[in-house]
């Protein structure tokens, strides 16, 4: 493998992708601003609200897969609107009939409407049966690092911690819990909820994160297209540092940037 791919890959449930920018399809004007905003984010895995998008539910209506057709994207249906196990799990059951049996799902079960925050007792729940079930599950979840590592045991392929709440564009709010879940995790990381701008995605990745999911950041942007080419590059650049390895932060400078040693001095160009 050369060393950009071992920089940059991102594998999930054996797969390997170029670009560790995952993307949703909602809150655009249309599907041709969907494609364009998507295309300029370079992500190869998109997510898909079953029960907000068509994706042939309504043979009468256009459908997302004719613009993002699986053969191009990784298509990650997830169950956007679910607030209890029972109805996320048929959500994407459906997904599986309507996508000829494709396995990798996004589980989110929501506790309320207002703040969108997961319901941790029923996301449990419901990755125990989607798992059982065959499902390869990545699932949001709360930044709690014992929720995310028993969603990991349960046998869920990536865990999706909120950095803020959904659609507040607030960024990393609690760095310190997200740091363990990175920590202590041996599945993929990836912030999903509350990126506002590039910025708030590189600090993610500098922080660890294998990846990051966004939607409302890019679509709601005064630009979108271009919103998605600056996140494309702030994942880019948030991984090479994390990669490369941050100087350690002081308070003062305790050695100046260049070297002191065999520097000519006033006294020895006199002598």
Request: hydrophobic share 45%; aromatic share 4%; proline share 6%.
């Amino acid at each position: 493998m050369k060393p950009e791919d071992q920089l940059h890959q991102l594998t999930i449930a054996g797969k390997p992708y170029k670009s560790r920018l995952l993307v949703g399809t909602g809150k655009y004007r249309d599907f041709a601003e969907t494609r364009a905003a998507i295309d300029a984010s370079g992500a190869q895995i998109v997510t898909v609200a079953i029960r907000r998008t068509n994706i042939g539910q309504d043979p009468k209506q256009p459908s997302l897969l004719e613009v993002l057709p699986p053969s191009q994207f990784t298509i990650l249906p997830n169950t956007a609107g679910c607030y209890n196990a029972e109805d996320a799990v048929r959500t994407l059951q459906l997904a599986r009939e309507l996508l000829d049996g494709h396995d990798l799902v996004k589980l989110e079960v929501l506790g309320d409407q207002k703040t969108l925050f997961p319901n941790m007792a029923e996301t449990l729940k419901a990755a125990k049966t989607l798992v059982q079930d065959g499902f390869k599950v990545m699932v949001y979840c709360s930044d709690d690092p014992i929720a995310a590592k028993q969603l990991e045991e349960i046998g869920c392929v990536a865990v999706m911690p909120l950095a803020s709440l959904i659609g507040s564009g607030m960024g990393i709010l609690n760095p310190w819990n997200l740091q363990i879940i990175i920590d202590n995790a041996k599945v993929p990381v990836i912030v999903d909820a509350g990126v506002g701008t590039a910025s708030d995605a590189a600090i993610a990745m500098e922080l660890g994160c294998d990846g990051v999911l966004m939607n409302t950041a890019i679509a709601t942007a005064g630009n979108p297209v271009l919103m998605a080419s600056a996140m494309r590059k702030a994942i880019e650049a948030g991984r090479e540092a994390f990669c490369a390895g941050r100087m350690p932060k002081k308070p003062y400078a305790a050695s100046p940037s260049s070297p002191t040693e065999g520097v000519f001095t006033a006294r020895a160009a006199s002598a």
